[in-house]
């Protein structure tokens, strides 16, 4: 259930465990589960840890057409991970959002 895959999520981005993350994700949107904006926080989160900007903001965009609300811990993780990135231009672009 969500509350379980959240959890293991969450596990995963404690764990410096991106690509494990990221695959949980996956096969919740297989399983045609509804993801919140805390799976997509914890998933974005792991992604920024592991350096894995693009990711990140592919997640940080793929919330918005999923109408799943982001919050100032989703963008604080999505504009961590453009940092850790180098990339300034994205990050300014979050906060212009």
């Known amino acids: ?16 465990q991106c690509s494990q993350a990221l695959q949980l994700l996956r096969e ?8 919140n904006t805390i799976t997509y926080n914890a998933v974005v989160s792991a992604c920024q840890k592991g350096e894995q900007w693009p990711q990140a903001l592919q997640l940080f965009r793929e ?15 999505a504009v961590s991970a ?6 300034w231009g994205w990050a300014l672009q979050l906060f212009r959002e």
């Open 63 to 77: 919330m918005a057409t999923s109408l799943v609300e982001s919050n100032t811990i989703t963008y604080s993780a």
């Open 1 to 16: 259930n969500l509350i379980t895959y959240n959890a293991a999520v969450s596990a995963c981005e404690t764990g410096l």
């Open 28 to 35: 919740m949107a297989d399983c045609r589960m509804d993801r």
């Open 82 to 87: 453009c940092e850790k990135g180098e990339q």
